[in-house]
């Protein structure tokens, strides 16, 4: 005897719906168990993310499947569904194409090794997918609650009014939205172009730091002293900024001392040289010693060094002028610049010797 006699409708409704719910649900663990058993013997990360960004959207799906089957069977489910499919079904397919949307992504950046010590090939990589997945994201947000407002008859006919009635209005909402429009364009020239990519190291603004993360409409500049500088994507497409590592991360840095005249440069570079072969930040790249210039009281000694980045760059000049002001003071203690006067008889005379007399 089938169910519809033996039950009042909306008891019959409510039962087959909850069987269908639960037999969906039970079906839909049992198959990622398996599938998760799989996973863990790959070798592959990749199985991994798939299956755990496909989890949830999966169940929910796979929970209306048997609700649509089942409403064939019972009239009054089928009514109900009628009602909501036309706004729940484009939620989850867009659900469903942004979970594997991100998990390609996400597969994508594991192969993007950043551990080897020219990172650049993998930056560009992670920026591009990064920058391409939040503009995809946007896209199918946009087109889903299109579809959702249209699939309801009253937010239509006021969307055909309004239409009808656009003109002033839409040049209204363009001036006022002409902000975040053009961060959004300047988001998608920033893809394309790549001015920029995480993880590179750059000058804002007077302030030096990484790039932490890229979004459609803002950049955030990590600083070295861990504050957040918040800066408009099309900034990098309107002004001048640094970008330490656009092409690669090496970078060349200088010590400057300020030596007495009468210094002798020879064992100065002599003594350079030695600290920065034994020195592990050292790339062997560069390394000079010039005087690049004559004051009256001193000289500029400049002593150029190269290092595979930035941060090792900063460390090694500390290292080395921390190790060369030692070496002066205990051989060349005279080297240090001093401020000379001249005395009636015409002798030249430095402040210290004024003040010891």
């Not at 990749?46 to 799906?61: A, E, M």
């Not at 209306?64 to 729940?88: D, H, I, N, T």
């Not at 009635?165 to 839409?170: D, E, M, R």
Request: charged share 20%; aromatic share 6%.
């Amino acid at each position: 005897m089938p169910l519809t006699i033996l039950l009042p409708d909306p008891l019959t409704a409510l039962i087959a719906a909850a069987l269908a719910v639960g037999i969906a649900l039970v079906l839909h663990a049992v198959v990622f168990r398996i599938m998760k058993r799989f996973a863990e013997r790959s070798d592959s990360e990749s199985d991994g993310v798939l299956l755990k960004r496909l989890s949830s959207p999966t169940r929910v799906s796979l929970v209306a499947l048997a609700l649509v089957l089942v409403a064939r069977e019972v009239p009054m489910l089928e009514a109900v569904w009628a009602k909501v499919a036309s706004f729940v079904m484009p939620i989850l397919v867009g659900w469903m194409v942004l979970a594997i949307l991100r998990a390609l992504v996400e597969t994508m950046k594991l192969r993007a090794n950043t551990t080897v010590e020219d990172t650049l090939k993998a930056r560009r990589k992670r920026t591009k997918l990064t920058m391409l997945n939040r503009l995809a994201t946007f896209i199918v947000v946009f087109v889903v609650v299109g579809l959702v407002l249209l699939s309801i008859p009253g937010v239509r006919d006021i969307g055909v009014t309004l239409v009808a009635s656009a003109g002033l209005a839409g040049l209204a909402v363009g001036a006022a939205a002409q902000p975040a429009l053009k961060s959004l364009i300047a988001g998608i020239q920033m893809a394309l172009t790549e001015p920029i990519n995480i993880d590179d190291v750059v000058i804002v603004e007077g302030e030096w730091g990484w790039i932490e993360d890229i979004h459609t409409t803002y950049v955030v500049v990590k600083i070295w002293d861990e504050r957040r500088l918040i800066v408009p994507t099309s900034y990098f497409l309107e002004k001048p900024f640094q970008n330490w590592t656009k092409s690669t991360a090496q970078l060349l840095g200088a010590v400057k001392l300020y030596l007495d005249p009468s210094t002798r440069i020879g064992p100065i570079r002599q003594e350079y040289e030695r600290l920065i072969k034994a020195n592990r930040l050292w790339d062997g790249r560069v390394q000079v010693t010039q005087v690049t210039d004559t004051q009256r009281d001193a000289i500029e000694v400049r002593l150029l060094m190269s290092a595979k980045d930035s941060p090792t760059l900063f460390d090694l000049r500390c290292e080395i002028r921390e190790a060369i002001l030692d070496w002066l003071a205990e051989n060349q203690p005279e080297a240090f610049a001093r401020t000379r006067l001249a005395s009636p008889d015409g002798i030249g005379i430095t402040m210290e010797d004024q003040k010891a007399a």
